[in-house]
């Protein structure tokens, strides 16, 4: 009886819902603001938990020719992560080539030199 007066009081919380990725964006930290161990990729999208400060996000600015080199017309969206300067995830793209991924500039900084992270390419015409 406590139980079911209770839960009368407290509605059931909403549903999460997963909102895509934008198209040529970042998400970066140096330290713990990303939780490795949660990354996944659910239904074309990345998806991971945040575990502290210092997540980084935010569009990648001039990434439309690489985005173009790198994808296919059977993956047009790339999902590329990064862990402690390695490649360590690929999803999509058609002969994507991981030295490439690596120099790609974050705020100034190649790929290969954060922590941690996850980097949205779609060809232009895909999106």
Known sequence: MFLALL????????????VGAPTMWYYADQGDGMDPDSFAIVDGEPVFRTS?????????????????????AASPRIIARFQEGRLTDLHGGCGADADVLAGLPIEGVDASEWANLVVVLDRPEAS
């Open 7 to 18: 839960l009368a009081c407290f509605p059931a919380s909403p549903a999460l819902v997963a």
């Open 52 to 72: 502290g400060f210092g997540l980084r996000s935010g569009p990648l600015a001039d990434a439309e020719s690489l985005a173009w080199d790198l994808s296919c």
